[in-house]
């Protein structure tokens, strides 16, 4: 979940903007750009949205608050409500210039974030996390904007606001300098609260914290990877910490991982603008997202490096994002003017390629509208896309032994072919010999490793992927113990529909395809496949993944099971 847009989307997408052109517009320092002003009346459009939301009850402890679309009152969804209102208290542009109105729902809401707050300073989140300090960091970057913006609007009155905020921002930094984190990303997002809340209030504790959590490096692999490989939530995110610690802190050298990381990026990107995810091993795995998040991150080191290829990336988010997601980062934009500045002339971004990042267990092949991710120690081994038709994943399984659901521990490079391999066995056990029988019968203490294993099966399945002119051709091979039934899976994105295959009787969503040629189309694009196979219908078999909510197309078969099928 993106902390920063914690509301639903329901309030989010309540205004409708014309494509903006972020790269038209002369830079001039003090003089905001059209399409700035653009993303101020966005969020301008999206403040009404939080009055249903809002905790009105005086006599309820969090009076002032805002609730989530569950009606819990939570500090997350009250930070979003006072960090935009605060935004468009500080902006001529906007109907909420130092309104007094809006000033007063913020006193509340301020007001109602104290009582979120923990002696110790940490808030939490209540889907799962208490006396959290990395959620309180997370908070942070709602907070800290809104105490700066509404005390640059000289908005009559604010005083006491301000001091809520303020209250609120230095007991947050007394659990950040001492609070733990969860995961890898969690340092470097309470090293970027600590920075700013020393830009605001200078305590040497914030930069010794900092150091420590800076003393363990950066944890990105040589593939430009980070080690959540998060690309739709956490990769983003610690892209914009490194940049906020290498400004606050004067550290430029914290801007090569980000670099490294945006670099590896451009390779991790789909025709339509889509975000390859099925690396992430976060909750963000085989998510569908655009490059959004992205774009603060890309456009800040297409300006300071003066890097064309990162300019081309701000100009295809631009294309295949909504205003409303972008608009979502003004904050950003509207503390450091110079990324008002026009983009620098394009670089050509890499639509052709086969790429191998063995630290992220994948390869990344693409030519123009089509791309396909071949994935190690992932049952969905592959996914192709091509425009807006979209194969989510391949699968095959054999009902073998219960564990006969494939995947890769590796992918090899042979020439212009990449394999996949496993080998699985199926023993059975003899009886024990007598020395390791014990006495009472108890078979905790007799483990099957203590049993000589006879009869034993093997199941030798290799995926073959050659790249085409147009596509890619999968061979299977599954060989080892004769008659065991197989059955391979292409699972499409809701939303489209087949030519060439017919419905299961029994399972819903689910087709077979026994012919030469199928297809399936979603707007103006279309997955061609071939050739088909069905010689039983037994879609799902025991010891396989149950079955996705999703169009899946099946083959099916028995071993030995050589087949190819060609996507195009």
Known sequence: MNRRTFVNTGILSVCSVPFLNLSADAFVADQKPAWIVDWIKINEAQLPGFRALKVTDPNHRYFGGYTDHVEIPNPHTTSSFIAKACILMACPESVYYQSADTLKEVEGAAAAMLKFQHTDGTIDLLATNFHSTPDTAFILENMIPAWQFLKKSQTKGAGQSLAYIQTFLKNAGEGLIRGGIHTPNHRWVVSAALVRLHGLFPDKRYLNRIDQWLAEHIDIDPDGQYTEKSTNSYSPIVNRSLITLARGLSKPDLLEPVL????????????????????????????????????????????????????????????????????????????????????????????????????????????????????????????????????????????????????SEKIEQNGNKWVLRRHLEGPYYQPLDKDKISPDGNLDKMPRTLRKQSEIQELNTTVTITPTDNGVDVDLNITGTDGVPVSLELIFRPGGTFTGVSPHALQPHAYLFGGQNGSYTSGKDTIHFSSGRIEHKGVQLRGALPAMDAPTVYLTGFTPFKHTIRLS
């Not at 795995?285 to 300071?304: D, P, Q």
């Not at 670089?347 to 190690?376: C, E």
């Not at 081994?381 to 994943?393: D, I, R």
Request: aromatic letters at 14%.
């Open 260 to 407: 490294k990381n945006l670099e590896m990026t451009l390779y991790y990107v789909h025709p339509n603008g889509e975000v390859v995810t099925e690396a992430s091993n976060r909750q963000d795995k085989g998510t569908i997202g655009n490059m959004s998040k992205y774009y603060y991150c890309y456009r800040y080191m297409a300006l300071k490096k003066n890097n064309g290829r990162m300019a081309a990336m701000c100009r295809l988010i631009e294309q295949t994002s909504t205003p409303q997601e972008l608009a979502g980062y003004l904050d950003y934009f509207l503390e450091d003017p110079t990324l008002w500045q026009p983009l620098p002339p394009d670089t050509p971004l890499p639509v052709n390629y086969v790429k191998a990042f063995p630290y992220s267990g994948l390869v990344r092949i693409r030519h123009g509208n089509w791309d396909t991710t071949l994935l190690s120690n992932n049952p969905g081994w592959l996914t192709f896309h091509k425009g807006n038709a979209v194969l989510q994943a391949m699968r095959v399984a054999a009902s073998f032994f219960g564990k006969g659901q494939f995947q």
